[in-house]
């Protein structure tokens, strides 16, 4: 697949760990893909970070921002993809750092009809302090280091730093949804638009991820696993407000039972 790769990265008001996500963008092997950073109403901060990264990245470096009213990450990330250029779109949050074969790997695993489901690595208060106040590149470490980190409890699993050629096996769950999050997610832009993008009717944090990828399968999309191939660093950070998750769940049960296609309020709103 040689199209260009977009890129998405969901941010708020978090300077260093978005410093450290692109500086893992900038070091990738594949070149052929653009970034846009889906902000959900940071300080100016945040713009001045992107502005300094912009000559540095290497590829084009883009910034989607709207006003901070609650948790809004589901219409910003439309806002993005309205904004985006390539015809493959990867999720990535903007606490996750990708290795360097992160977007060739997803280059590698794309196929038409499928969307691609990454995993995570979770790392603990104590290591995420450390690594961005030392600017730590964890990014490159290779297998070693992180089975030492995982004796001394720095990270939660080994499952996502590592690399296993699970071939036929990535399709074993072609119609689960569940564990899939869009903190590493690939789906081909044409099938984004067919489900109108994630929904903002979603409000505040939990299910606007799991209620894209239902739409998707409802659509006919399929999912193929990331396991093992395309894991991210996922930095720690205090749980979300969820106050508002059990009405998300709510709505979501309802797009399962009625197999609604398109998003209340996608892309084209």
């Not at 470490?141 to 699970?166: C, D, E, M």
């Not at 638009?193 to 944090?205: C, I, L, T």
């Amino acid at each position: 697949m040689a199209n260009l790769i977009s890129i998405i990265v969901t941010t708020y008001d978090r300077v260093d760990a978005l410093d450290a996500v692109l500086r893992s963008l900038a070091r990738q092997t594949d070149r052929r893909f653009e970034v846009i950073v889906a902000d959900d109403g940071s300080g100016p901060d945040t713009a001045a970070l992107i502005e300094q990264w912009k000559p540095r990245i290497g590829v084009t470096l883009s910034h989607v921002w709207h006003e901070h009213h609650d948790f809004r990450a589901a219409e910003i990330r439309n806002r993005a993809i309205r904004d985006s250029h390539g015809d493959y779109c990867v999720f990535l949050d903007g606490d996750c750092l990708a290795r360097p074969d992160f977007v060739a790997t997803h280059r590698q695993l794309a196929e038409r009809g499928w969307f691609v489901t990454g995993n995570r690595a979770l790392l603990t208060q104590a290591l995420t302090d450390t690594v961005l106040r030392r600017r730590i590149e964890v990014e490159t470490w290779g297998t070693a280091n992180w089975i030492a980190q995982r004796f001394k409890g720095g990270l939660n699993r080994l499952a996502p730093v590592l690399r296993l050629p699970l071939g036929p096996l990535r399709k074993l769950r072609p119609l689960a949804w569940e564990g899939a999050r869009s903190c590493n997610l690939a789906v081909w832009r044409s099938d984004l638009e067919r489900v109108d993008g994630f929904d903002a009717s979603f409000s505040g944090w939990g299910k606007e991820d799991s209620d894209l990828l239902v739409r998707l399968l409802h659509a006919g999309v399929r999912r193929k696993d990331g396991l093992c191939a395309t894991g991210v660093l996922h930095l720690w950070h205090p749980n979300a407000d969820r106050s508002q998750l059990a009405a998300n769940e709510q709505r979501l049960a309802h797009v399962i039972e009625s197999r609604r296609v398109r998003a209340e309020r996608g892309i084209s709103a």
